[in-house]
């Protein structure tokens, strides 16, 4: 054995010694194939994992694991996820049942439960309603208002409303970062007024962030640096937007001086 492969089949065996220790009475489990994980969850030790008990292994996933834990808080994906585990649906997985059908790592299997069960009635469009009861699912708080300006982001036809292919491209616009500069633009101008105040900015952070978002202050000093007006109105151009979003984006350290001096004047 490998020394890979000699802690693999430790870990086993003390699952398996764990187990057997607390419920000697029951059938051994090692003769169903059972893995280190499966005994690991099996709480009661009745040789099957109950929905709780399968929910509560998959809550105790690795930091490194694709799967974030928190996507296993919204219903629907939990009970399509449970329902593609339980083949002969009797509400237990045998050993066999729960390694034959682990969690998808397919994201796209996600996003589409995830979309069906937010698409409220039926139409295969998400509106702005719908798409914050699917966004609060992953983000939280996701006020009405807010839907209806990040609706915009992601709907190519404006008809107000996200198809699935839509809203797919939206969610994968995001996590790569790298909307079209016309989606940047109007991201962060909530009024459409065309200019992106700081406090729209700080708004729009706050919506999809929360707690991890730049206090406003630092919102406010890094839109100055941006904006081209002396003193500066904390109020960028889709230009200067579209600048303010750029990774590659550099800060003159004479105009951020400047900017600090504006804002503590204010």
């Known amino acids: 054995l490998t020394s890979g492969s000699r802690a693999i089949d430790a870990q086993y065996k003390s699952a398996l010694a764990l187990w057997q220790g607390r419920w ?22 009745d040789g099957v994992l109950s929905k709780n ?25 939990v ?4 329902a593609r585990a339980d083949k002969d649906h009797d509400a237990a997985l045998t ?21 069906n069960a937010s698409d409220a009635d039926g139409d295969g469009l998400l509106n702005a309603t719908e798409f914050a009861a699917l966004m609060a699912c992953f983000k939280g708080e996701l006020l009405h208002n807010k839907a209806e300006h990040f609706i915009t982001w992601g709907d190519e036809d404006n008809d107000d ?22 989606v940047v633009a109007k991201m ?3 009024d459409g007024d065309g200019s992106a105040t700081a406090e729209e900015i700080h708004e729009v952070l706050d919506a999809f962030f929360g707690v991890g978002a730049p206090p406003l ?24 937007t579209i600048m303010y979003a ?11 001086e400047d900017c600090a001096g504006q804002l503590a004047v204010a």
């Open 24 to 45: 000697p009475a029951a059938k051994s489990i090692e003769k169903q194939g059972a893995s280190a994980e499966f005994m690991s969850a099996d709480a009661d030790g």
């Open 53 to 77: 008990e399968w929910f509560t292994a998959n809550q105790n996933l690795p930091d490194d694991c694709f799967m974030l834990p928190a996507i296993l808080e919204v219903p629907a994906i």
């Open 79 to 82: 009970d399509e996820a449970w």
């Open 95 to 115: 050993p066999a049942e729960y390694d034959a059908e682990p969690l998808p790592e397919d994201m796209a299997w996600y996003m589409k439960v995830a979309f």
């Open 161 to 182: 409303k996200l198809s699935m292919l839509e809203y797919s491209a939206f969610i994968n616009h995001a996590m790569a970062g790298n909307f079209t500069p016309t």
């Open 188 to 190: 962060f101008d909530v």
């Open 217 to 240: 202050e630092d919102v406010k000093l890094n839109v100055c640096a941006f904006d081209d007006d002396t003193p500066s109105d904390f109020a960028l151009t889709p230009e200067q």
């Open 246 to 256: 750029s990774p590659e984006r550099e800060m003159p350290a004479e105009k951020l």
